[in-house]
């Protein structure tokens, strides 16, 4: 387990994009994809936020992207160069560039109204997604390749776009209102450590509690969207109003 551990570790840290030559052969990575994933399960439990019963973040790390590239080719007979390329521009979209954060947003399948209407939200450039973190606020930006596509899933860019005070929350909603309910003290850390993953010696080492990191959702009767969609289950947020431009210098 140290081996696969100081392998994690090492393309975690690295900042650059993923490359062919940073790959495991198929034959090397069976051998250490058990404990690679089990590896994976925490690091991703640490950095995933349950926004509604319709809505899961998971911010990406390198090493996230990485595994997928993996996995993705592990169910190749034969990949062609073309195929692994492919793979690897695809995922090295979550690899984010300094000072950002990247996160996949899952719309949970089924057909039901408050799915369809998020997915519909989304498309439509009318979804908002934000993070107050180390005295910064990171707007996230939707991926243009997943902007106006009827996706259940799509990937988000965190850039720091203000000031702000200490607060550590998750701020998300559409035009219509937004909410707020504050990061767990592990996701703080664990996301905090991921802006400068090569000063991070340990991140697959921190201590967690069962459940830490998630916000779990609970009943809350506020309706969000359009009229005719029934109250849905929603974490224990704080109404912060319409989405406003941000300024320079916001100290709130």
């Not at 400068?196 to 990191?213: D, K, R, S, V, W």
């Amino acid at each position: 387990m140290t081996r696969q551990l100081r392998l994690a570790q090492n393309i975690y840290a690295d900042k650059s994009k993923l490359t062919y030559s940073d790959l495991l052969s198929k034959d090397d990575y069976e051998c250490k994809r058990a404990d690679l994933l089990r590896l994976a399960t925490q690091h991703r439990r640490q950095r995933r936020l349950r926004l509604s019963s319709d809505l899961c973040l998971v911010f990406e790390t390198r090493f996230t992207a990485w595994l997928q590239i993996q996995e993705e080719l592990r169910w190749l007979t034969k990949p062609s160069e073309n195929d692994i390329e492919e793979v690897v521009t695809r995922c090295n979209l979550l690899v984010a560039n300094p000072e950002e954060l990247a996160a996949t947003l899952f719309i949970d399948g089924g057909d039901n109204p408050a799915s369809r209407y998020w997915i519909e939200c989304i498309a439509a450039n009318a979804f908002g997604l934000a993070l107050r973190l180390s005295g910064r606020i990171m707007r996230g930006r939707s991926k243009a390749s997943s902007a106006r596509e009827l996706a259940a899933v799509h990937t988000f860019m965190f850039q720091p776009t203000a000031y702000c005070g200490p607060a550590s929350e998750i701020i998300w909603g559409d035009t219509a209102a937004q909410y707020a309910a504050p990061l767990s003290a592990v996701t703080r850390h664990m996301l905090t450590r991921d802006l400068n993953p090569a000063n991070n010696t340990n991140c697959f080492l921190a201590p967690m509690a069962e459940g830490a990191g998630l916000v779990k959702p609970v009943h809350h009767c506020t309706r969000v969207g359009p009229p005719s969609l029934t109250p849905a289950k929603y974490p224990p947020l704080r109404a912060v109003g319409g989405r406003k431009p941000e300024k320079r210098g916001d100290t709130s």
